[in-house]
């Protein structure tokens, strides 16, 4: 049983940046693969980017690539999703995920965390 926490979400100006965290435990840390996907207010939730568990291999949505990046410790057993230049639309809760690569990236994560708020506005 996989558990994922996330933090660091705040309420941010545009242009600014952002390094959230998921901690995961309850699973070696190089079993599962962890994603972050985001779900904005009256919108579908959508995948930005997962790590593979072992050889960290990193995966992006094609408009996700630039701004995010995803990173990993396996000692420490965290994930990282680091947001770059951040605009209005960014604003969406953001969420940690776990299972293999194929059903992060092609279907739906079986473990997720609750959420972490980031909010972009001036």
């Known amino acids: 049983q996989l558990q994922l926490v996330e933090s660091g979400g705040a309420s941010v100006q545009p242009g600014g940046s952002l390094k959230l965290s998921c901690a995961a435990s309850g699973s070696p840390s190089d079993y599962y693969s962890i994603g972050w996907f985001r779900q904005a207010p009256g919108k579908e939730r959508e995948g930005i980017a997962c790590?593979?568990?072992?050889?960290?291999?990193?995966y992006y949505t094609d408009s996700m690539k630039g701004r995010f990046t995803i990173s990993k410790d396996n000692a420490k057993n965290m994930v990282w999703l680091q947001i770059d230049n951040l605009k209005p639309e960014d604003t969406a809760v953001y969420y940690c995920v776990g299972d293999f690569v194929d059903t992060i990236i092609n279907g739906v994560p079986k473990y997720w965390g609750r959420g972490t708020q980031v909010t972009v506005s001036s």
């Open positions: 790590i593979s568990g072992r050889n960290q291999n990193t």
